[in-house]
Structure formats: C-alpha cells, structure tokens
C-alpha cells in the first residue's frame, strides 16, 4: 500500500480481555517497528523486526505483550489480560532497511482499556 | 543512555510569524541522528526534518530549518512564516548511529492563531 495501515484505529475492550493489533507496512519494508504513545508522551520503543526475525523486543513491558511478523510482512501485537494501564495509543512503522533509515509511521491504533 | 528533552509543553504563535521549538538530548556518542516529528490532530506522525550530526550545516526543509549546537546538544527546530496547518503536537527524537530504537521527547504542542 502507499503507506503503513493500521488497523483497528480505536479498540475498546474490557479488562481482562486479550487484544490483537494489526500493522500492515509499506510494501518491500524490511524492518518493522512497534511504538506505544501514553497521553502526553512521546512514543516509546516496543519491538523491532528484520524481515521475519524478532530482533529486539527489550521494550515489551511484560510478558502478556507479543509481536509476531511470520511471512515478514503484516505484524500482530498481542496483549492478553489487557489492564488500564496497557491503553495507549500503540503506533507501527516501518523501513527499507534497518539503521538510521527514514520509518514511516502508521495511524496508530487507539487502545482503551475500561 | 540517551535522553531527548522537550522544555515547552505548549505554544502559540500568530500566523505568518516565526517560532522556535527548543530541545535538549545527552549522549556520550560522537555520531547520531537527530529528528523533528509532526503530530497533527489527524494523529499522523510526519517526519518534519532531520539531521545528522557530523554535518555542520543547519538542515532547511522549506519554511522549517533546525538549529543544530552540537556542542551544547541542542537542536531547535524553527518555523518561519507559520501556518493554520502547523498547528500539531511537535516531537524530538534521537537516534544513534547504530541503533535502530528512535528516542522522543515528550513534545510540543503548537497552536498557531489566525
């Protein structure tokens, strides 16, 4: 596509509930980045991809949070027994290549958690 | 480790007129990248301008040009001839030259009055 797709832009959801989100970047973008934005904040680094591999994931605040990219395109983060303090808005992007290269953000998707 | 200081939390400029955003980072690295995000109300994340630290000259982007003291580590982002359109949550971020983990300030947000 013509840029990084986000999908769903809002998700509300009951705690306790598990959540998936979907990051669909740009077309031939090796890397791929998982960013989440508290109200107020600037986006903090989640995880990062290279093609299929899951090269880092040191910003996962815990283990109910997951990311997988299996075909090293579209990626899912997961978070299961979502909490309140797990809404944020979770942004995606990606690039051509890894390192110091310009990333394309996507939309974001904006989780609330109730 | 690296952190991205963002002083004003908010301000406001009368269209056509100039402002500056100001910004702080630490960093014990000699080379780096340093950028100016735009977040507007359509919760897009535009890449403004960018600037690599081993050049001396002042990135410019149309009416956008950085300020860029290395030694005082600051890079101020300047807006000139400000527009409607530029009213949006402004962010600074880092990036290492061998690292892939951008770092934001906590941002600025703009309003320019008619």
């Known amino acids: 596509g013509a840029g990084v797709s986000q999908s769903p832009r809002y998700k509300v959801t009951k705690r306790g509930q598990d959540v998936a989100l979907r990051c669909d970047p740009i077309?031939?973008?090796?890397?791929l980045y998982w960013y989440r934005q508290a109200l107020g904040q600037g986006p903090e680094f989640l995880t990062y991809?290279?093609?299929?591999?899951?090269?880092?994931k040191s910003g996962l605040p815990n283990d109910r949070f997951s990311a997988e990219r299996p075909e090293g395109s579209i990626s899912t983060l997961t978070i299961q027994r979502t909490e309140q303090r797990d809404s944020a808005m979770y942004r995606c992007?990606?690039?051509?290549?890894?390192?110091?290269?310009?990333?394309?953000f996507g939309s974001g998707t904006q989780l609330s958690v109730l | 480790a690296q952190t991205v200081t963002q002083s004003q939390p908010e301000m406001s400029v009368q269209e056509a007129e100039t402002v500056t955003l100001s910004c702080t980072y630490d960093t014990s690295e000699s080379n780096y990248y340093l950028f100016w995000y735009k977040q507007p109300p359509s919760r897009q994340m535009i890449l403004v301008i960018r600037?690599?630290?081993?050049?001396?000259q002042n990135a410019t982007e149309n009416r956008f040009s950085v300020n860029f003291q290395k030694a005082a580590k600051s890079f101020s982002l300047k807006i000139s001839d400000s527009q409607l359109g530029d009213t949006a949550m402004y962010f600074c971020a880092f990036l290492g030259d061998s690292s892939y983990k951008l770092i934001f300030g906590s941002g600025t947000r703009l309003l320019v009055r008619p």
């Open positions: 991809f290279n093609y299929e591999a899951q090269q880092d």
């Open positions: 992007a990606s690039s051509l290549r890894t390192l110091n290269e310009k990333l394309f």
């Open positions: 600037q690599e630290a081993y050049k001396q």
């Open positions: 077309s031939g973008h090796v890397s």
